[in-house]
């Protein structure tokens, strides 16, 4: 397999504009859609392998749940859900770099 070519900052940054227009991606969210299930898979394979649902974060979700005045729950609780959030996206943006690469390897 050819190696890859690195990208620099700003080819990635303007990809990423391109990618700010939403009809560009609607077919991936298509093809996403249609392929939930795998990616679901990966991305769970990932949390698990960085241990993200171990110990740790169970006692970050007991320590949320647990503080007694309500707004510090709540913030507590959201920052939990913030930072989940972020890493799910970041795994997911992995994967996708991953799938995009390995479509254009099997199209040579």
């Known amino acids: 397999m050819p190696t890859r070519r690195a990208y620099s900052e700003a080819e990635v940054e303007a990809a990423i504009q391109v990618l700010a227009d939403p009809d560009r991606l609607e077919d ?10 795998g990616i679901q898979r990966i991305l769970n394979e990932a949390l698990q392998a960085a241990d993200w649902f171990g110990s740790a974060h169970q006692a970050a979700v007991l320590e949320a749940a647990g503080k007694p005045a309500v707004d510090d729950r709540l913030t507590a609780v959201r920052t939990l859900i913030a930072e989940e959030t972020s890493v799910a996206m970041l795994i997911g943006v992995a994967v996708g770099y991953e799938l995009a690469h390995e479509l254009m390897r099997r199209e040579r």
């Not at 991936?28 to 299930?37: E, I």
């Open 28 to 37: 991936a969210q298509r093809m996403v859609g249609a392929n939930a299930p």
